[in-house]
Every structure is written in C-alpha cells, then in structure tokens.
C-alpha cells in the first residue's frame, strides 16, 4: 500500500523569501506524484506533476518540485513566497486508479 | 482539464436525515471519486464511481451510508444517510481525464450535521 507523509503541519516563511514545504512518500514501482493547493472553503487545485523525465518539475503560480528517487521525496519549492500563497498544500501519491494525500501542510507568509 | 460544479456548497442538516450532494462535470469521464475531509484534515477516499456498475468502496465506507449514483459519464450524486454530528466534514467530488493525468475536484460541500 502507498503513503505519504508530510512531517511539517506549519510552515512559516517572510514574503520575499525561498519555501519549502516537505513530502516523502512510499509506493511499490515508479511514483506517481503530484501536489495540490486548498484555499479557504474551496477544492482542491493541482500545482504539479511527476510522472517521470526531469527531476525537476515545474508547476502553477511559480511552484517547483523536485523528484528525489533515493530519499523518495518531492518537495515542493517556491524561489520568493506571496502572501497569496498563505494555504493548505497537500501532497499525493497514485499507484493503480488510488490518489493517496498526505496530511496536509499549513504554509503561512507574513508580510 | 475539467470543469465540475458541486452542489450544495453547505449545509446544515438534522441528525437521522440524509443529504444528496451533486457533482456535475463538464466533459464525459469514466471514472468518478468521492473524498471526505473531516476538519483539519487530509482527504480520504470514500469510493470510486463508475458508469453503470456499482461502486467500489474503500475500507470503512459501505453503500448503506454512502449510497453513490452514477446514471451517465457527467454526473454523480453522493448520498450521507442517517446523519450524525461524525458525518460533519467536507465532501469533494473528483475526476481524472486519463490514467496518468492529475484529477480536478468540486469546490466542495461543507456538511455540518447539528
């Protein structure tokens, strides 16, 4: 069975400054991984994807992730935090037809 | 991608009743997936819906409280019945257009069960 764990529920970060928010995960054959954002009282709305090529993925709103087969991870990167970016980041994991989510991080930006 | 429109987007329910939420998509899909949310948390897959056969539930779901309709390619409905204060949660429905595609979610239905 897959997982995913995501061992920060907060992360804090100043506007302007990088972001990282962690995700390690667990799957039998080749990962399929994505991340997704949730805003306040909405869905879910998909940032990334690994599939497989370039470690380094490129996604939505200045997202990147990078693809660590070794220490199994897929961090999630950002060069300069918005304040727009304060939300709830989930990480996941695909294995058959089965999306599997992390617990969720809470990424603050302070002004 | 995809288009779904998720119906309600609240509400308050009565302990005993049920609530139908809707999930209208805007292509054809072949598979549809319901989430649940409990407060603070991650998501968990209630079950997978398919066309015209019956659902597949995950362990610790069961048809009796979460019946699931599939009539056609673009629609579902979710049925939580016998409603207790537990059941308050965040419902999403979700869909993929391939395989190794990512999938696209409703915005929702907050259910607070009073």
């Known amino acids: 069975a897959q997982s995913v764990a995501q061992p920060e529920d907060q992360v804090n970060v100043a506007e302007g400054n990088p972001l990282t928010v962690k995700c390690t995960y667990s799957v039998s054959g080749n990962p399929y991984l994505f991340w997704y954002v949730q805003y306040p009282n909405r869905g879910l709305q998909f940032l990334l994807k690994?599939?497989?090529?370039?470690?380094l993925v490129k996604g939505s709103y200045g997202f990147e992730a990078e693809f660590n087969k070794s220490q199994t991870s897929f961090h999630l990167k950002k060069p300069s935090a918005l304040v727009s970016d304060s939300a709830l980041y989930f990480c996941a994991v695909k294995a058959g037809n089965m999306l599997t989510f992390g617990g969720g991080t809470r990424l603050m930006v302070k002004p | 991608s995809a288009v779904i429109s998720q119906k309600p987007s609240r509400d308050i329910c009565q302990r005993g009743t049920s609530l139908t939420i809707q999930c209208q998509v805007d292509s054809q899909v072949t598979m549809m997936f319901w989430y649940r949310q409990q407060p603070g948390q991650s998501l968990t897959l209630i079950a997978t819906a398919n066309q015209g056969s019956e659902a597949t539930y995950e362990s610790g779901f069961v048809i009796d409280k979460f019946p699931i309709s599939r009539p056609n390619l673009t629609f579902s409905t979710l049925t939580v019945s016998n409603l207790s204060p537990e059941d308050s949660s965040i419902y999403l429905c979700s869909v993929e257009s391939g395989r190794n595609t990512e999938a696209f979610f409703g915005q929702g239905t907050r259910l607070t069960v009073v």
């Open positions: 690994y599939i497989t090529g370039d470690n």
